[in-house]
T-cell receptor
Framework: DAEITQSPRHKITETGRQVTLACHQT?????MFWYRQDLGHGLRLIHY???????NKGEVSDGYSVSRSNTEDLPLTLESAASSQTSVYFC???????????FGQGTRLTVV | GENVEQHPSTLSVQEGDSAVIKCTYS??????FPWYKQELGKRPQLIIDIRSNVGEKKDQRIAVTLNKTAKHFSLHITETQPEDSAVYFC?????????????FGKGTKLSVIP
């Protein structure tokens, strides 16, 4: 079955380190997104992509970057991890911009 | 950009009662309004959605209504069951040219008391 998977599921890293979270989908969806979820803030959009070589900044993009070299993957990189980036990160994909978004299982990142 | 306000932040109901969650949005160009359910420790999953050319949509015990003039939409759950306990998120999609934003509300934690 087609799916969307994130790795790792849990990660602890130190302040200042570069961290990359992986997202892989097998639906062949053009649209992929990264959200962070924090208590009291809901889901906030970090970056999104409409297709290969396309990336766009979302509401809370500072300190994050993405790249889209193929349809299946949208890795999220924290250039220099900060404690404020401790959060649960969700990747999602959709076939069109205004259709159902399918979410990955989430990655819980702790920056110490 | 789009701004989505969601109320209440927490809601407790007795099993069998109805639950209503309300959202307002700011951009009149928004045309797609999904609702997601997130159980504890799980990923958000779509439960129902509505488009701007429709005023109401039902799926068994769940219904969503949309008032475009007032820019608000609501989720209605009837005959609530313990398994309905979760966090519910509304969202609005603003289809700007060359850009896309699915903006979420901050969520409502629904507790159904047996």
């Amino acid at each position: 079955d087609a799916e969307i998977t994130q790795s790792p599921r849990h990660k602890i890293t130190e302040t200042g380190r570069q961290v990359t979270l992986a997202c892989h989908q097998t639906w062949n969806h053009n649209n992929m997104f990264w959200y962070r979820q924090d208590l009291g803030h809901g889901l906030r959009l970090i970056h999104y992509s409409y297709g290969v070589q396309d990336t766009n900044k979302g509401e809370v993009s500072d300190g994050y970057s993405v790249s889209r070299s193929n349809t299946e993957d949208l890795p999220l990189t924290l250039e220099s991890a900060a404690s404020s980036q401790t959060s649960v990160y969700f990747c999602a994909s959709s076939v069109q911009v205004n259709t159902e978004a399918f979410f990955g299982q989430g990655t819980r990142l702790t920056v110490v | 950009g789009e701004n989505v306000e969601q109320h209440p932040s927490t809601l407790s109901v007795q099993e069998g009662d109805s639950a209503v969650i309300k959202c307002t949005y700011s951009d009149s160009a928004s045309n797609y309004f999904p609702w997601y359910k997130q159980e504890l420790g799980k990923r958000p999953q779509l439960i129902i959605d509505i488009r701007s050319n429709v005023g109401e949509k039902k799926d068994q015990r769940i219904a969503v209504t949309l008032n475009k003039t007032a820019k608000h939409f609501s989720l209605h759950i009837t005959e609530t069951q313990p398994e309905d306990s979760a966090v519910y998120f509304c969202a609005a999609c603003f289809p700007g040219a060359g850009s896309y934003q699915l903006t979420f509300g901050k969520g409502t934690k629904l507790s159904v008391i047996p």
